[in-house]
């Protein structure tokens, strides 16, 4: 039999979840609270099914979930990119965003802008409350030159590694594990001094 003809390191070669619904595994959020803390109520906008929500509620953190899609739970209805304003009393967003293809092919193309013009809005939203800021990327995304400008425009503190690589779906043999992941964490309470601290750990 020929070999599969190669395919970009983005396309895992299955259907992508509506919406680009993918539930973080507990370890994910448990490595960045075992760097980060954070100051007040955290805001998770891309709640999903309460993945990262949870984590941090088990952590005593207050939590607002909300998410554009209805997944039961927290929020639904909520579209980030229509939000003018972090919720009342939140001094963090965590999340783990959507890719941006929404789980259209045909707007495969267009997916690495619209991660970029979330995390613009995110950067946005944060700075105008002095908040922290955690995303959870791609470690290969970081690299990018636009997510290099992006990232360097914002006050990034830390870039926590993780040296386990995340199986995002239990019952997939080909897709498991394919990347590193990140994450990316800003404050804009602090100053910039120098580079982020790089963190690796798992
Ligand atoms: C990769 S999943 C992550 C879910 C959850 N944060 C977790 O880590 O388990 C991305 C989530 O973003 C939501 N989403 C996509 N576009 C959104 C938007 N414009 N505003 C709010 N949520 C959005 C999807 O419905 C999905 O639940």
């Not at 995110?122 to 105008?128: D, K, V």
């Not at 995303?135 to 997510?147: M, N, T």
Request: proline letters at 8%.
């Amino acid at each position: 039999m020929p070999p599969p003809p190669p395919r970009p390191i983005h396309i895992s070669g299955h259907a992508r979840e509506v919406r680009d619904f993918y539930a973080t595994p507990a370890w994910v959020t448990e490595a960045l609270l075992k760097h980060v803390t954070f100051r007040d109520k955290v805001w998770e906008p891309c709640c999903g099914t309460g993945a990262i929500a949870d984590v941090l509620l088990r952590r005593g953190y207050p939590v607002v979930a909300t998410d554009i899609a209805e997944h039961g739970y927290g929020q639904g209805g909520v579209d980030l990119l229509a939000c003018t304003a972090m919720p009342p009393g939140c001094g963090a967003l965590v999340t783990n965003p959507p890719y941006g293809d929404g789980g259209d092919q045909r707007d495969r193309a267009r997916s690495p802008t619209a991660l970029l013009d979330m995390i613009r809005h995110m950067l946005a939203l944060t700075a105008a409350a002095e908040a922290q800021l955690a995303l959870l990327v791609r470690l290969q995304w970081i690299a990018g030159k636009r997510a290099a400008a992006l990232i360097q425009s914002g006050p990034c503190t830390r870039i926590i590694t993780l040296t386990r690589r995340i199986r995002w779906f239990d019952q997939d043999e080909t897709n498991n594990a394919q990347h590193h992941h990140a994450w990316i964490v800003f404050d804009h309470r602090r100053a910039r001094r120098g580079p982020p601290g790089f963190i690796l750990t798992d």
